[in-house]
Each structure stands twice: as structure tokens, then as C-alpha cells.
């Protein structure tokens, strides 16, 4: 089972960006679908966004436009990268993988759910 590691959270402004990284224990050119998520407090976990290996991707309504999901399979990391945040994007964010690109919404996830990496933003 691979294991990732999420990093890259933190403060910052409305209008603000950041990058986030999922990095994982091992090769990730074979797996078929990685996902990035978020759970705000009291709210369930949800799909932000999704990479197939062949490179396509799907977003969540609420971030289209504004994030965008990237792998870089040489550094076995996938990357959240976040403009223009909204105090609505802050939650503890998180990475998995999936076997399809369909089921990156649903499950179900290849590996044991991590910390997260928070991301808080200020209005």
C-alpha cells in the first residue's frame, strides 16, 4: 500500500494562493487516479479535485477555475495548486488514490487516509 504524505497548508488572505503536495512512499506512474480533498469542520469529506495517469483531471464545482491539479511522476508527488482563495476553501486537506479517475469521487481509495495539511484562510 503506497503511503502519502500531505504538506504545503497554511494561513493566508482572501485572493491569496497556495500550493499543496502529496507525496508518496513510492512510485506513482502505475497508479490509475490520485485525488485531493477536504473536510471542513462538521462537514463530511469531499472530492476537490482528481488526476487520471493519463492526465486527465475533474474538479469540484466550487474550485473550477481556481485550482488546479498537477502530477509530476519523476518526484512521485501530485500538486494542489490554489489561487484566488476563498475563506470557504479553508479545511484540512487530503490525498488519495483511487482506481479510476470515477472513483476518486466515491471510493474506493487505495490507501489509509493521512493528517492532512490545513488550510485556513482570512476574509
Known amino acids: 500500500q503506497v503511503q502519502l504524505v500531505e504538506s504545503g497548508g497554511g494561513l493566508v488572505q482572501a485572493g491569496g494562493s497556495l500550493r499543496l503536495s502529496c507525496t508518496a512512499s513510492?512510485?506513482?506512474?502505475?497508479?490509475?487516479?490520485v485525488g485531493w480533498y477536504r473536510q471542513a469542520p462538521e462537514k463530511q469529506r469531499g472530492l476537490v479535485a482528481g488526476?487520471?495517469?493519463?492526465?486527465?483531471?475533474r474538479y469540484a464545482d466550487s474550485v473550477k477555475g481556481r485550482f488546479t491539479i498537477s502530477r509530476d511522476n519523476a518526484k512521485n508527488t501530485v500538486y494542489l495548486q490554489m489561487n484566488n482563495l476563498e475563506p470557504e476553501d479553508t479545511a484540512v486537506y487530503y490525498c488519495n488514490t483511487a482506481t479510476s479517475l470515477y472513483a476518486t469521487k466515491n471510493g474506493p481509495w487505495g490507501s489509509t487516509w493521512g493528517q492532512g495539511t490545513q488550510v485556513t484562510v482570512s476574509s
Open positions: 513510492a512510485s506513482i506512474s502505475s497508479i490509475n487516479a
Open positions: 488526476i487520471a495517469r493519463g492526465g486527465t483531471t
